[in-house]
């Protein structure tokens, strides 16, 4: 039974972590705004960029296209991208990111392809650092830089089409968090080389009535300049809505962890009360008989 | 004009602009081009320079960077990677920056670092070109 001083500096304890799990609350809360308007803002230049690039592959038929746009004809080595948060303490955000990663890394591997992984954000390569440490090519960590804008998207779709170029994978796909709601995120893949996979499926394209585009200067140089674009704009958008996701999965947490530090603390409360109160009544007991003893 | 053109601008950051207007001038990579409604689908590359939306009789400036046109029956789409309204730029912000990318040209320790200098160098002298023409 722990004595009423333990109870005390217990109740204490519980109070200031529950002060700074509120501030952290508090302030994902307000970084959670931010985030979700920048996802959102960055939404219609991504939705308008692979509308664009349906049109632009529907059209390109040529063995010739870019091997960005088709790929390399084999799907033997993949190299996966799994955009995770820097920081922790955002309930099961990362770790639903992480447990995707595995299972698809487990299923690839599985069917017998090689597959490489490209960590960005510390969180998905702690995770997966235990399993599959060997494949991890190179962790990009998110903390030095301020703002997720498009110069980071930039770097990492360089270094990936880098990669691509000196023939280091097949496929790249990225998995990284959907941002549903404020509290719902689901993690999910999406195939960034070759584009062609990820654009047919999901865009309706507009109906042409039987015109035939122009291009200006023409197919082949719009192309090349607009693919990099292309992966850069799916980076990006999946690098914000993580941060998004992020913040609203620790503003939940957060909130959690407050409503249960608040339970505990009147749980103790309750305890303190109570051996207070069977002190006194013990001393009480022992004035009254000393008193009869006399 | 009965007809209008729909048109939307936008950045990665935002959508800068959404509706109907009546006629959008836009420098292509191989020339100014004019869009009006009922285009025939066209795509075309974008330089530095200023676009015109011609809209109830009224033009609206905005400065683009690098992007792409892309006419289909339902309207025009202008990707740019930069945009900024000529009318939110400053003048003397962008006669300081126009120094010190030009500084930085000349101090660049290596070649990439000199590209990306030259290359910001061109954009602020196509803005400043783009005002001027204002």
Not at chain 1, 139 to 149: F, G, M
Not at chain 1, 248 to 268: P, V
Request: hydrophobic share 40%; net charge negative.
């Amino acid at each position: 039974m722990a004595s009423l001083k333990d109870l005390k500096n217990r109740i204490g304890s519980v109070k200031s972590t529950q002060k700074i799990t509120k501030a952290m609350q508090m302030v994902a809360a307000a970084k959670l705004r931010r985030a979700q308007e920048a996802a959102e803002a960055s939404r219609p230049y991504a939705e308008r960029m692979s509308a664009v690039m349906a049109n632009l592959s529907a059209s390109m038929d040529s063995p010739d296209a870019p091997r960005l746009l088709v790929g390399t004809g084999q799907q033997e080595s993949y190299l996966l991208v799994v955009a995770t948060a820097d920081r922790g303490l955002c309930g099961g955000f990362n770790t639903n990111i992480a447990r995707m990663a595995r299972e698809r890394i487990a299923q690839l591997l599985r069917d017998g392809k090689e597959v490489k992984i490209l960590c960005v954000g510390k969180k998905g390569a702690d995770q997966l650092k235990r399993l599959y440490g060997k494949l991890i090519m190179k962790v990009i960590e998110l903390r030095s830089a301020k703002n997720i804008d498009g110069t980071i998207a930039g770097d990492i779709g360089t270094q990936i089409r880098t990669l691509f170029e000196q023939g280091e994978f097949d496929v790249c796909q990225i998995i990284s968090s959907q941002f549903i709601s404020v509290i719902a995120q689901k993690p999910r893949v999406q195939t960034l080389i070759p584009a062609r996979e990820a654009i047919d499926s999901s865009v309706a394209r507009p109906d042409l009535k039987g015109a035939l585009y122009e291009y200006e200067p023409d197919e082949e140089s719009i192309l090349a300049t607009l693919l990099p674009r292309y992966v850069d704009t799916v980076i990006l958008s999946a690098l914000l809505e993580n941060v998004a996701g992020e913040m609203g999965a620790k503003m939940a947490a957060m909130d959690n962890a407050t409503r249960n530090a608040g339970e505990l603390i009147d749980k103790l409360n309750l305890e303190y009360n109570r051996q207070r109160q069977a002190k006194i009544t013990t001393e009480l007991t022992e004035i009254i008989s000393g008193a009869e003893a006399v | 004009m009965g007809e209008k053109l729909h048109f939307d601008l936008v950045a990665p950051e935002k959508r800068l602009f959404q509706g109907e207007v009546d006629m959008v001038v836009a420098p292509g990579s191989e020339g100014d081009f004019t869009v009006l409604p009922d285009h025939a689908p066209f795509m075309s590359a974008i330089r530095s320079g200023a676009i015109e939306i011609h809209k109830d009789g009224a033009v609206e400036k905005t400065f683009i960077h690098g992007g792409f046109a892309e006419v289909t029956p339902e309207g025009l789409t202008i990707l740019a990677e930069e945009a900024i309204r000529l009318n939110d730029i400053d003048q003397a912000w962008l006669d300081q920056e126009l120094k010190n990318t030009k500084e930085d040209v000349q101090d660049a320790k290596d070649d990439s670092a000199r590209n990306i200098a030259q290359q910001k160098l061109a954009k602020l002298e196509a803005m400043k070109s783009a005002l001027a023409n204002a």
